[in-house]
């Protein structure tokens, strides 16, 4: 069993009942053999020896080379380094947006293509790419209704993903009319609705401003520790990645390769006043000093 | 919204603000009919080549029954071959989306089927089907699916790679990302087509009637002017001027109505 100590530890107190992961885990596999390798692989996100080579007629570039990492179920984790480490695109693999060109992919034991297909994954893009002819619930509901889910319970559960994220309020309004610290918390709720076992987030508050960015902050980890999904999360910010991290990964570019893993301890329960901690401040140096190690 | 602001600034919002934004072409119009009526009063404009104002608006209550056969003919033909014309774009537009193998094949033929000037083979469409609604419904519908069958083409396939992300990342069918992102986002050009393609289809109806029909306004004008009807001739003239203004309105109110799909197209 590769399922690391992490995972068990958080097995105790998931309270997947309220967004209804138990449900969603039994039927995001329909068939039998599926089923069966998912529960012997890593429950969590899996890379071993990922390379993505992107071609463009006789011109090639290695965008990543032999990345592996191991994320336990329930953990958090940050891809952060320079633009043009391959971050992004590695988070995108796993989203099934790019197809590895070498290596293995897993998402609880099964291939990108197939977590999207059952919709264990949710995305969150760096704008907040709402719809802007949509209203917000209609934007939040977005995802389920692309799974044919009938209009009330989509509603529901829309609802409920807006009151969580703050936005209560504002279903009928129109993206236009609302900030971008509020459009990116309906892309969040847009992701919640799903009850994704998986959140992949890519520079989800790049476009924000401190204050918003600081709250919003909390407010992610509080849902991640109800709902107990994974999370992967691309940045640039040094203090984000401490914050919301079990494992920071860092990143060098030219090609894109992991170039250290650097765990974070500060377990669950985390409030600002982390900023204060000694620790914080520790990690952060840690961290600056792996960003500009020459590669 | 500050009334100082909307004051200086050209405002499309609500009415009493939009009143600002009328008055000036109303003030020009009504300036431009008194023009006409003092030079037709005083001789400085001939009758034989425009008639008073008095005299052409005569003519709309005098002979309204004869107006209103001929401008029923002309409507019937441009809106029916707008509508087919617009139904047969939209639907080519969809297909040739939906079918990269028909794209392929059928994109050139559409492109050089602009280039006939269908107009001329009136004749030749008369004689074959005979003279009357149908064939004049045709040729109207040929000479304006285009402008909407290409905005809608070009709108259907201008993809914002961030909504088509996202919509892969949801799983979402072909059909869906065809009605959920890729019309919608579409509907301001698909709009700005029909504008086009509603003037064209009142042109290309009256032109048409010239050569394949003895009923309509495009008839009318032809035989007032020879007969030297002039008066006729103009009141025939504003009817189609009105109608295709009517068709332009009508077309701009759905725009607005619809305005969440037709002016919030900016990215968010």
Known sequence: MRGPALSLAFEGRRPWHWMGLDIVMLNAFP??????????????????????????????????????????????????????????????????????????????????????????????????????????????????????????TRYARAEEALALVGLKGFEKSLPSELSGGMRQRAAIARALTLRPRFLLMDEPFGALDEITRDRLHFELLRILEETGATLLLVTHSISEAVILSDKVI??????????????????????PDLRGDPRFVQYEAQLRRALHQPA | MSSSLSGKLPEFGRFPERIGAILPPVVLIVALILLWSWSAGTGL?????????????????????????????????????????????????????????????????????????????????????????????????????????????????????????????????PLQILWKIRLPSSLPMLFAAL??????????????????????LGYLVMVSGQYFKLATMWAAIFSASLMTLALLGLIVLIERLMGRYTSLATEV
Request: aromatic share 8%; charged share 15%; net charge positive.
């Open chain 1, 31 to 152: 068939d039998e053999a599926t089923r069966v390798r998912a529960a012997t692989l890593p429950a969590g996100l899996y890379a071993d020896g990922i390379d993505v080579v992107f071609r463009r007629g006789s011109h090639s570039v290695q965008a990543l080379k032999d990345c592996s990492l191991d994320i336990p179920r329930g953990s958090w984790a940050t891809l952060i380094g320079a633009s043009g480490c391959g971050k992004s695109t590695l988070l995108r693999v796993f989203a099934d947006i790019v197809k590895p060109t070498a290596g293995t992919a897993l998402l609880h034991g099964v291939s990108p293509a197939e977590a999207r297909a059952n919709r264990i994954y949710a995305l969150v893009q760096q704008g907040s790419t709402m719809l802007p002819w949509r209203s917000i619930i209609d934007n939040v509901a977005l995802g389920l209704e692309i799974s044919g889910l009938p209009k009330s």
């Open chain 1, 250 to 271: 860092v990143m060098t570019p030219r090609p894109g390769r992991i170039s250290e893993i650097i765990e974070v301890d500060f377990g669950r329960g985390r409030t």
């Open chain 2, 45 to 173: 404009l001939p009758k034989w080549l425009l008639p008073s104002p008095q005299a052409v608006l005569g003519e709309f209550s005098h002979h309204s029954a004869t107006l209103l056969k001929h401008a029923r003919m002309t409507a019937f033909e441009a809106l029916g071959g707008f509508a087919l014309g617009a139904l047969a774009g939209a639907g080519g537009a969809f297909l040739l989306t939906l079918v990269p193998f028909l794209r392929d094949m059928l994109y050139p033929y559409a492109l050089a089927s602009r280039a006939i000037p269908i107009i001329v083979f009136t004749p030749l469409i008369v004689v074959m089907l005979g003279r009357g609604l149908v064939p004049i419904i045709l040729i109207v519908a040929f000479a304006t699916y285009f402008p909407v069958f290409l905005a809608l083409l070009r709108g259907l396939n201008t993809l914002n790679a961030d909504r088509m992300e996202l919509l892969h990342s949801l799983s979402a069918t």
């Open chain 2, 195 to 216: 504008k086009v393609s509603a003037s064209g289809a009142f042109i290309t109806a009256l032109v048409t009637e010239w050569i394949g029909s003895n009923v309509g």
